[in-house]
């Protein structure tokens, strides 16, 4: 055994022509095919960003296709539980309290009788795909806390999905921004469960993760309490393009 | 003996991690998969794990003599292997045996096993960068996901397109399965392969070699 090992080094270290026994066995194409494909790689990753972008525009007029392929743009679904109990409009409750003058629980008609904010804007995931110009309304955040009164000492608001496990958190100071919406509408439709409906929060500044889905209660508390995403180390104050390691441009 | 005991552990052990990766993959990714199943952390997690395995038993699988000279046979392309991916009748049978002088490995099974292993590297090396993303900008991370996104669909038709063609060869599930195949068949779709294990045998029995037996 030991020589034909011996042969084999040799063989491998030296530089010379193909041995007899080789051609016998033929070109190594395996191994052109396992570098090729890496070459490919590599190229895919240079260029992928602008490639993508392009690939984008060239499905958007396809339209529904990016509810099957992901990668062909549009949304992508996200949840964190295994299912999540689906809300008519009609049977859809929020309640609003912590360190509020008035605590109290609305339903879909009690916001539409609040004052109405519709936003064109862009919805960028930090996972890095991005929808452009989606047309969002409903309250925005800062007509809500009006009525319910907010307290002195209140610093924070909490939001919570009735997906029983989400949460996020805003300051008061990020609350009361005029494109932080409590979206009842999308797209010129309701909001649809698998999109986070019948009532969902729209951070427009901010990361997908801060646009709580399935909304079912908001909180008013005395410091910002980390969400879901920013236990497991996402940025809290999640503004697009300056958090989060991420460059993307503001929405 | 078609593949030893160490070779068919390797083959199952990668083939269960990368069912497991390919199923919570799609899981993940098709939009009307992931609203049924969510659970995204859970199958991030799993997905992560099996993605960082899948190349250990093949690491580990070097260390058999039989596993190399298997790399080594699908690495080779031999004029017959050209012939039989340009041929219509490729897998035509005359008098038992198979028209085309196929080694152990067709040029289909070579391909396969080209495709799989530079997939393999390149889904570990675009999932680090989406698993740690942090030393990475942006440009990477979406090149880095871009790939990723588009040979998983590429891996998911030529995984389905290799257990197709297994699962309707009994002979070839058998090999795998046991490590044993029947002289028929091989002589029908290896038949090179049956010319270079008999020849070799009868070596070994006039006595020019001994122990090993294949």
Avoid at chain 1, 212 to 241: F, P, Q
Avoid at chain 2, 74 to 91: C, I, Q, S, T, V
Avoid at chain 2, 135 to 164: E, I, K
Wanted: with cysteine; hydrophobic share 40%.
């Amino acid at each position: 055994m030991a020589p034909r090992v011996v042969t084999k080094l040799w063989r491998r270290c030296s530089n010379g022509g193909v041995s007899e026994e080789e051609r016998a066995e033929g070109s190594p194409v395996g191994r052109r095919i396992v570098l090729g494909m890496l070459g490919l790689g590599a190229a895919g990753v240079a260029v992928g960003a602008s490639l993508q972008e392009r690939v984008n525009h060239a499905l958007a007029p396809v339209g529904q296709l990016g509810n099957v392929l992901p990668a062909a743009g549009g949304f992508r679904y996200y949840t964190v539980t295994g299912s999540v109990k689906h809300y008519s409009g009609a049977d859809w409750r929020m309640t609003v309290d912590g360190l509020v003058d008035k605590p109290r629980t609305f339903g879909m008609a009690d916001l539409a009788r609040l004052p109405q904010t519709a936003l064109d804007k862009d919805f960028q995931c930090v996972t890095g795909w991005r929808v452009p110009d989606v047309r969002w309304a409903g309250v925005a955040l800062p007509d809500l806390l009006q009525v319910v009164g907010v307290a002195p000492q209140a610093k924070a608001v909490r939001f919570t999905s009735f997906d029983g496990v989400y949460t996020e958190s805003l300051t008061l100071d990020q609350a009361r921004r005029r494109d932080v919406l409590v979206a009842t509408r999308m797209e010129g439709g309701p909001v649809t469960h698998d999109h986070g409906g019948p009532v969902r929060l729209y951070v427009a500044p901010m990361y997908g993760y801060k646009s709580l889905k399935w909304l079912g209660g908001i909180e008013l508390t005395d410091r910002v309490r980390s969400g879901y995403w920013e236990r497991r180390g996402y940025d809290v104050d999640a503004w697009v393009g300056r958090s989060n390691g991420r460059d993307d441009a503001p929405t | 003996m078609r593949f030893t005991r160490a070779e068919r552990s390797i083959h199952h052990v990668t083939a269960l991690l990368m069912l497991v990766c390919l199923g919570t993959a799609a899981a993940l990714y098709f939009p009307t998969l992931s609203t049924v199943v969510g659970r995204r952390e859970l199958l991030k997690t799993v997905h992560i794990w099996c993605g960082f395995a899948l190349p250990v038993p093949i690491v580990l699988g070097l260390a058999s003599r039989a596993f190399r000279a298997d790399i080594r046979r699908l690495n080779r392309f031999a004029p017959h292997d050209w012939e039989w991916l340009k041929r219509g009748d490729r897998r035509a049978v005359h008098d038992g045996r198979g028209v085309l002088p196929v080694g152990k490995f067709n040029a289909g099974q070579k391909l396969n096993a080209a495709f799989t292993a530079g997939a393999v590297m390149l889904m570990l090396g675009t999932g680090e960068v989406l698993t740690f993303p942090d030393p990475w900008a942006d440009r990477w991370r979406t090149g880095a996901t871009f790939v990723h996104d588009w040979l998983f669909l590429a891996v998911l038709a030529v995984t389905a397109g290799h257990l197709w063609e297994a699962l309707r060869d009994r002979g070839a599930m058998t090999g795998m399965l046991t490590g044993r195949v029947d002289r028929d068949w091989a002589a029908r779709h290896h038949a090179g392969w049956v010319d270079a294990v008999q020849s070799e045998h009868v070596q070994n029995t006039n006595g020019q070699e001994t122990g090993t037996a294949r």
